[in-house]
């Protein structure tokens, strides 16, 4: 007896129509959120609250499930990898987010593992550490964190990503509400320095999208990741200008689908159709939204 599909599985069902329309074996997300039990729900009760990092937008948080919960629906979609987004606030809280995520990369095989940074003493050991036990990507933001991406205690540090080859994705755009440090130009004086340093831009570097774009033409080894950007939520945020498409289009192989999930105001889908709506074609999708994850991260 064949019983009408459940919400979940009808969502999950959407997903996976998109990526088979492509030919695509699955799709690769670059920008996921997994962390601790109490860093997550003290991040979904700042949304809930409308704290000034969110731009004061009503940010209701669509995939509230526990973590296994959230890891089977992600498989559910298709996504043959994904990230644990983990980012510290303050000193002393980097290396202890970091030693979750490797247990979490053990538990979960199809995690990239995702290790993070924080401008303190200590961060370049740490970070070679974590790069020892097997990181695979780090997440530096910028805005939360709100210090200089270009501040001598990180120097180091980048110089020892650039070597490693290991991407950073780095939330440095303004939005959805600006910091001291973000922004194009604090993280053009570390690219000046390190130019063959990895780095991803989250949110496309919303809104300052052009600025880095300008970036990643500039900079071989930068890439700009699509999470938010392009939806109906972002574009009454922050839109971006049509006029950038041919430029957007000329970087396909260097943009890298992020989602933001489970912390995003409407479906994981939403953020696919956004992406075809753009126009650009097939091929411009599944670079994006599998190929381009998949080279870089050796899948």
């Not at 799709?27 to 969110?54: C, N, R």
Request: some cysteine; overall charge negative.
């Amino acid at each position: 007896m064949t019983g009408t599909p459940t919400q979940t599985e009808a969502e999950s069902e959407q997903v996976r129509r998109f990526w088979r329309r492509l030919g695509l074996p699955g799709i690769v997300d670059v920008h996921t959120h997994f962390m601790p039990q109490q860093v997550l729900h003290k991040v979904w009760g700042y949304f809930d609250s409308l704290g000034p990092l969110t731009g004061g937008l009503e940010w209701p948080i669509t995939y509230r499930q526990e973590e296994d919960e959230r890891v089977a629906l992600i498989r559910a979609f298709g996504v043959r990898a994904f990230t644990a987004m983990v980012y510290p606030h303050k000193p002393g809280m980097a290396r202890w987010l970091n030693g979750w995520a490797v247990d979490f990369a053990r538990r979960t095989p199809d995690c990239l593992h995702t290790s993070t940074l924080f401008p303190e003493a200590g961060v370049e050991d740490y970070v070679r550490e974590a790069l020892d036990a097997g990181a695979r990507v780090f997440k530096a933001h910028v805005q939360v964190g709100a210090y200089d991406p270009a501040s001598e205690l990180l120097d180091g540090t980048w110089g020892l990503l650039a070597e490693a080859g290991t991407p950073v994705v780095i939330h440095c755009g303004s939005g959805p509400a600006p910091g001291e440090h973000t922004g194009p130009e604090p993280i053009a004086r570390v690219l000046a320095r390190h130019p063959r340093l990895r780095l991803v831009i989250a949110h496309m570097g919303m809104p300052e999208y052009e600025d880095f774009l300008g970036l990643a033409e500039r900079y071989g080894e930068v890439r700009l990741d699509t999470t938010m950007a392009f939806t109906d939520f972002a574009e009454k945020l922050a839109p971006f200008p049509r006029r950038a498409l041919p430029r957007l289009a000329d970087l396909g192989d260097r943009v890298l689908l992020g989602s933001d999930f489970p912390n995003i105001p409407y479906p994981y889908a939403e953020q696919l159709h956004a992406l075809e709506r753009l126009g650009l074609g097939d091929d411009w999708l599944r670079a994006v939204c599998h190929d381009n994850g998949a080279r870089l991260f050796g899948l």
